[in-house]
């Protein structure tokens, strides 16, 4: 079921490579912002992590998976659903004004949940044409530099000390 307008509660899913690669995708609609993957609850009661997992297959084609898939095509961008880790850290920002008209009227904040997914370089991204048009793999001074979300660019430089503590 989904709702008239977006939940202003979201995840930020920071993909990286074990050298500390960031994958980053240029918005469709607007030229030169470049970010991870986001994206709002479908549902009040949908789960941080099936937001998570929901919008990185949504939006890059890698999927995660707690068991065996079916076709080597899948297998190229499946990645185990344990490489996704909850940071334990969010963020509440106001929404920008040309996006607000997609929550209901009044509201004007939304609390953004950090997750990091650990995927191999190599791995297929496949963009959702709608949402994105390209994407980069950069180390993670130059990804951070790079967004432009103020808090996306913050959880970025975060990335090594939660590598170091999964």
Same mark, same amino acid.
């Given at each position: 079921?989904?709702?008239?307008?977006?939940?202003?509660?979201?995840?930020?899913?920071?993909?990286?490579? &074990?050298?500390?690669?960031?994958?980053?995708?240029?918005?469709?609609?607007?030229?030169?912002?470049?970010?991870?993957?986001?994206?709002?609850?479908?549902?009040?009661?949908?789960?941080?992590?099936?937001?998570?997992?929901?919008?990185?297959?949504?939006?890059?084609?890698?999927?995660l998976a707690s068991q065996a898939v079916e076709?080597?095509?899948?297998?190229?961008?499946?990645?185990?659903?344990?490489?996704?880790?909850?940071?334990?850290?969010? #963020?509440?920002?106001?929404?920008?004004?040309?996006?607000?008209?997609?929550? &209901?009227?009044?509201?004007?904040?939304?609390?953004?949940?950090?997750?990091?997914?650990?995927?191999?370089?190599?791995?297929?991204?496949?963009?959702?044409?709608?949402?994105?048009?390209? /994407?980069?793999?950069?180390?993670?001074? &130059?990804?951070?530099?790079?967004? /432009?979300?103020?808090? #996306?660019?913050?959880?970025?430089?975060?990335?090594?000390?939660?590598?170091?503590?999964?």
């Open positions: 079921m989904s709702l008239p307008y977006k939940i202003p509660e979201s995840v930020l899913v920071v993909i990286h490579t &074990a050298e500390r690669e960031v994958l980053l995708i240029e918005r469709t609609d607007k030229e030169g912002f470049w970010q991870s993957v986001t994206g709002s609850k479908d549902t009040p009661d949908e789960a941080l992590s099936e937001t998570a997992r929901r919008e990185v297959e949504e939006e890059t084609g890698i999927v076709s080597a095509d899948q297998e190229r961008r499946t990645v185990p659903a344990s490489h996704l880790l909850d940071w334990q850290l969010s #963020n509440i920002y106001e929404i920008y004004p040309v996006w607000r008209h997609r929550y &209901a009227p009044g509201v004007t904040r939304n609390t953004e949940h950090v997750f990091g997914l650990l995927v191999p370089r190599d791995i297929p991204v496949v963009l959702a044409p709608r949402e994105h048009t390209r /994407f980069q793999w950069l180390p993670y001074r &130059a990804a951070a530099d790079q967004c /432009f979300s103020p808090s #996306n660019a913050e959880a970025i430089l975060q990335l090594p000390r939660y590598m170091r503590a999964g």
